[in-house]
């Protein structure tokens, strides 16, 4: 039986990103993802902003609400998006609760900005018996999970070093990547401040830090979003060098060869083999996982507690 859906916030990631891109290539939004996946089908949107709500009904044909209230009075869901600003992700969750019981809740990152919000949003949905996952949609790529079943394997061998760089704050756009990372070289075992940095918007903390996690070492690097986003990852281990370029469309692995010019030396590869990613279905692959994970099937999503673990680490961090 397909699965009901009601989207909270209309804004890029809810429907925005894809809204005029060709739909057979790109799957970057929560409306156009569920609305493809043939196991689910959007009930409805809130969202206060009317030009938005009028092109969400002419593109999906589903209603729109200005409140979350008067929308719950009407529908039941079996999955709730939250995508409204992150200020204003445990009001709505708390909300969402109050009045109905969804199969899963999917939350934007971070879970919030306050850790103990976060928690209480965690505690909330195991207390409700609610599913709650959080939109770290690189989790999903089946390159990602490539990389990760590489490491798991000791084909890329342990310990590793790498580099990560981000920018537009640390806990906004930076927990994307040292997600990741948690989730490809386990948790954080302890980190070293080398640069305060800015605060981005006046809010969130850029700095430069060195982070232990269980299977090896990162430096993150905060970069000048207001001249250029740059999101990549370096990671380096004997076995050789994985590069995730361009937010995850290109991620690369070099092996280690002989070195042609000066026997008894080794070199990395001239050639790197691309792993395959699919980050311009970035959504699709996350209500994928999401619908395996309904059906009682194993699934790659961050969940609400890991995305916990997360904030909290970070936290540790910026203060």
């Given at each position: 039986m397909r699965k009901s859906v009601l989207i909270v916030g209309l804004g890029q990631i809810g429907m925005g990103y894809d809204l005029h891109l060709d739909s057979t290539q790109y799957i970057y939004s929560h409306a156009r993802a569920f609305d493809l996946h043939p196991?689910?089908?959007?009930l409805a949107a809130v969202e206060p902003d009317e030009q938005k709500q009028e092109d969400f009904y002419r593109t999906y044909?589903?209603?729109?609400?200005?409140?979350?209230?008067?929308?719950?009075s009407q529908h039941q869901p079996d999955v709730v998006v939250i995508a409204v600003s992150t200020q204003l992700h445990a009001e709505t969750l708390y909300?969402?609760?109050?009045?109905?019981?969804?199969?899963?809740?999917?939350?934007?990152?971070p879970l919030a900005y306050?850790?103990?919000?976060?928690?209480n949003m965690v505690q909330l949905c195991q207390a409700k018996g609610v599913g709650l996952y959080v939109n770290y949609m690189r989790r999903s790529d089946p390159g990602v999970i490539n990389v990760k079943k590489l490491i798991d394997s000791g084909e890329y061998q342990i310990p590793i070093k790498g580099v990560a760089w981000y920018s537009k704050g640390f806990i906004h756009n930076g927990s994307h990547f040292f997600n990741l990372i948690e989730y490809w070289l386990g948790p954080m075992k302890g980190f070293s401040l080398l640069e305060e940095g800015r605060l981005w918007d006046g809010v969130d903390p850029e700095p430069d830090v060195r982070v232990e996690f269980a299977k090896?070492?990162?430096i993150f690097l905060a970069a000048w979003e207001e001249a250029f986003s740059h999101y990549t990852i370096e990671l380096l281990s004997q076995s050789g060098r994985i590069r995730y370029e361009q937010q995850g469309g290109l991620i690369q692995w070099q092996s280690v060869m002989d070195d042609p010019a000066y026997k008894g030396h080794n070199v990395l590869a001239s050639r790197?083999?691309?792993?395959?990613?699919?980050m311009a279905r970035s959504q699709w692959n996350v209500v994928?996982?999401?619908n395996q994970i309904i059906e009682g099937k194993d699934g790659y999503l961050c969940t609400g507690s890991e995305a916990l673990n997360t904030l909290e680490s970070m936290s540790l961090i910026i203060k």
């Open positions: 196991d689910f089908y959007l044909k589903a209603p729109t609400y200005s409140d979350l209230d008067v929308a719950l909300n969402v609760l109050d009045k109905c019981k969804p199969k899963a809740v999917l939350c934007e990152k306050d850790f103990d919000d976060a928690r090896g070492v990162v790197s083999e691309e792993i395959s990613s699919d994928n996982q999401l």
